[in-house]
Each structure stands twice: as C-alpha cells, then as structure tokens.
C-alpha cells in the first residue's frame, strides 16, 4: 500500500519561498508519475505541478515561473520548491501519486490513486 506524507508548510509573507516535501513509501518512486495539488477553502482541489516516471514535468500556469517540482528517487521524496509566493497561492497543498505508467501527464485529480493527508500553506499578504 502506497503511502504518501506531506511536509514543509507553514505561514510565509508574500513573496516568500517555501519547499514541500512527499515522502513515498510502499512503492518505488521512480516507477510512475507524481503530483502537487492545493485545495483553498471553499474552493475545488486544483493541479499545480507533475513529475512523470522519465523526469518530464508540467504545470498549471499559476505556478510557472514560480514553482518547480523534482524529486529524489534515493531518498524517495518528492519537493515543490515555491517561490514569489501570493496570497492567493493559500491553500492545503496536497501529494498524489498515479499508478499508471504512460507518457502523459494528467492533471485530473480523479485520476491519481494515492493521497497524502496535506500541509497547509498561508501566505501573508
């Protein structure tokens, strides 16, 4: 069983950086896709980043320029390290991983099968 455990937020002024950390266990991180999600209060959960199985990553484009994701096959981890953050990027951000091996790279929240609790991240404007 895959498990996935969020870290590293917290309450950051605007313009700040943060780096989040998702440690995998139960399966080998390199094997498939992985994804950063935020769910802001009252509002639907959003794709913000992708990591696939070949190092190909994407973004939504609230966090190009300003977010970058990457991972740690050794340390089985993944980070989203964000930058110049805005107060709009408040929100719980969450880890997914995806089961299926394929070459896209999916931003539906639907279609990834393992989630992390969450680490909730407050920027102050």
């Known amino acids: 069983q895959v498990q996935l455990v969020e870290s590293g937020g917290g309450l950051v002024q605007a313009g700040g950086s943060l780096r989040l950390s998702c440690v995998v266990s139960g399966r080998t991180l390199s094997s498939n896709a992985m994804g950063w999600f935020r769910q802001a209060s009252g509002k639907e959960r959003e794709f913000v980043a992708a990591?696939?199985?070949?190092?190909?990553?994407y973004y939504a484009d609230s966090a190009k320029g300003r977010f970058t994701i990457s991972r740690d096959n050794a340390k089985n981890t993944v980070y989203l390290q964000m930058n110049s953050l805005k107060s709009e990027d408040t929100a719980v951000y969450y880890c997914?991983?995806?089961?299926?091996?394929?070459?896209?790279?999916?931003?539906?929240?639907?279609?990834?099968?393992?989630w992390g609790l969450g680490t909730q991240v407050t920027v102050s404007s």
């Open positions: 990591i696939n199985w070949n190092g190909s990553t």
């Open positions: 997914a991983a995806r089961s299926v091996r394929e070459l896209v790279l999916r931003v539906e929240p639907a279609r990834y099968d393992s």
